[in-house]
């Protein structure tokens, strides 16, 4: 999801400390995230515009889900184009060949049809033991769609896709007592290119398999999904997927909080706080090879710009899965994440009720999933916080807090502040379980619980906290600025990306 502020909205220093009430946004395309959206806006007392204003007066932001065709903006051809899984691995690969320790953390991956005869060679290695596997996922697929395993080449399928990427698939996920794979969906906000400012969420959410993981991957077991992928969209159609109604349900349900299954892993001797920083260095290494293009995408919309370049900011979901070592993975990247917090309930689903009532079992009326509650609604109303450059006010000891949190647990509720177990389930757990439909009066948020724990949901790391272990890395960034003033002291280069790999080279 691209969303923008005017020039007016975050830059002034003026407008840092005043009242919420001053600020507006335009919600008119936020499209199906409007709901979580508009109940943030309402929440921190901005004033809201359902529809473009025709008053001629700018909003502070703009809030779009998807791109469309008069949007002059860099995720026309950046954003949304980077997170395509064949332009993300060029991106990475590219990083990689610089660089090939930092970027271990993403999977072999080769591009078809390219790159079919280098997939032929590597797979002629292992073919008199037969024990590699590999995920065919076509380039613009979603929600799973497309996606198959095979385990040589012989086995690809002909498809419409133009392109396609193969990965090696990881054979040995992180399991827990209930033999179910998971990866972990983390959010990360990018508040601004330039200069880079990148935050990531507290709370993500882990996504579970609804069959068990049968182990090493064979042409047996390839066909059955279900224990394989994790995606939601798949997953939710199987009758043993588990919608929690509740922050306990989750304990066991088919989505649980992050924090949830961090105690989870911990109490089975993973060290989380560890596995916590290397994925937030995961974040940031990813995002730091996606700049060099989202720069140039920007600068080719925006060269023209009559007045200051609206500032452009970015919510985006990385899926990690973490190995049995307890090494994470960066499976892909999302450029345009589902803000939804409800559930549409399928036949014969399996649902956990606690003292509730809830629609029959086939049912086409969205029901409301607390856990994506209690990620998205602080997600999405601390980004408006960030962007309007009114966080540390909002949260007042934030910045004091920031000092004696270093290197402590930054997530909801902290790994030091609850335990996640059947009779204790802390405080976070007790406010969350009070929150109703987003879109009733009585709607009760967690907003007093992060202003009591003093700790926004979203948490800097780059430049503060990862910027000295990484600043290595913007090498390909400073080669583009570089060009970039070029092109202004020229006037006469167009400014593109076949043009900046022949300036870099």
């Not at 079919?116 to 024990?131: G, I, P, Q, R, V």
């Not at 613009?140 to 996606?147: E, K, L, N, R």
């Not at 007592?177 to 993500?204: C, W």
Request: hydrophobic fraction near 35%; proline fraction near 6%.
């Amino acid at each position: 999801m691209f969303s923008g502020s005017s020039p007016q909205g975050i830059t002034s220093p003026t407008s840092r400390g005043k009242s919420l009430d001053k600020f507006s946004i335009d919600t008119s395309r936020a499209k199906s995230n409007a709901p979580v959206v508009s109940f943030c806006a309402r929440q921190l007392g901005l004033k809201e515009f359902t529809e473009a204003r025709d008053d001629g007066h700018p909003c502070d932001i703009y809030w779009h889900s998807i791109v469309f065709p008069d949007m002059n903006s860099v995720v026309k051809s950046g954003m949304t184009e980077l997170a395509k899984k064949v332009t993300l691995t060029q991106a990475i690969v590219s990083m990689r060949e610089l660089f090939p320790s930092e970027y271990s953390f993403y999977p072999r991956s080769w591009i078809l049809p390219a790159q079919l005869k280098e997939f032929s060679d590597y797979c002629l290695t292992f073919e008199e033991t037969n024990n590699k596997c590999f995920i065919v996922k076509p380039d613009d697929g979603a929600q799973g769609t497309g996606i198959y395993l095979i385990s040589s080449p012989s086995e690809l399928l002909q498809t419409n896709s133009n392109r396609q990427l193969i990965q090696e698939y990881m054979p040995d996920p992180y399991l827990l007592s209930d033999g179910l794979k998971f990866d972990l969906r983390v959010y990360a906000v990018i508040r601004s290119l330039n200069p880079l400012s990148i935050y990531v969420a507290r709370e993500g959410m882990a996504r579970f398999c609804t069959e068990k993981y049968p182990g090493m991957p064979t042409k047996e077991n390839f066909s059955n999904l279900y224990a394989h992928l994790t995606n939601y969209s798949l997953n939710k159609a199987n009758n043993a997927y588990i919608h929690s109604k509740s922050l306990k349900e989750q304990l066991k349900g088919s989505k649980r909080l992050l924090s949830t299954v961090f105690h989870q892993m911990e109490h089975k001797g993973v060290r989380t706080r560890r596995l916590w920083r290397e994925i937030k260095l995961i974040i940031v290494k990813t995002v730091l090879a996606m700049v060099p293009e989202l720069m140039l995408n920007y600068e080719h919309h925006f060269c023209d710009f009559k007045y200051q370049a609206p500032q452009c900011f970015q919510i985006i979901g990385l899926d990690i899965l973490v190995r049995q070592d307890g090494t994470p993975i960066l499976l892909e990247v999302n450029s345009s994440p589902s803000l939804s917090v409800d559930h549409i309930l399928t036949q014969n689903e399996n649902i956990w009720i606690e003292n509730s009532e809830i629609p029959p079992p086939f049912s086409e009326q969205p029901v409301r999933s607390v856990v994506d509650e209690m990620i998205k609604v602080p997600l999405v109303r601390d980004t408006l916080l960030l962007v309007l450059d009114q966080l540390e006010y909002h949260y007042p000891l934030y910045k004091e807090n920031q000092t004696k949190l270093a290197g402590k647990s930054d997530f909801v509720g902290g790994l030091n502040d609850q335990k996640f177990d059947k009779n204790s389930i802390g405080s976070t757990l007790s406010i969350a379980s009070t929150i109703g439909n987003l879109s009733s009066k009585s709607t009760i948020d967690d907003l007093g619980l992060l202003n009591r724990t003093k700790k926004p949901h979203l948490s800097e790391v780059f430049p503060i906290n990862y910027g000295q272990t990484s600043k290595h890395l913007l090498v390909l960034d400073k080669a583009v600025y570089l060009y970039l003033q070029f092109c202004n002291i020229k006037q006469t280069l167009l400014i593109s990306l076949p043009a900046i790999r022949a300036f870099i080279r």
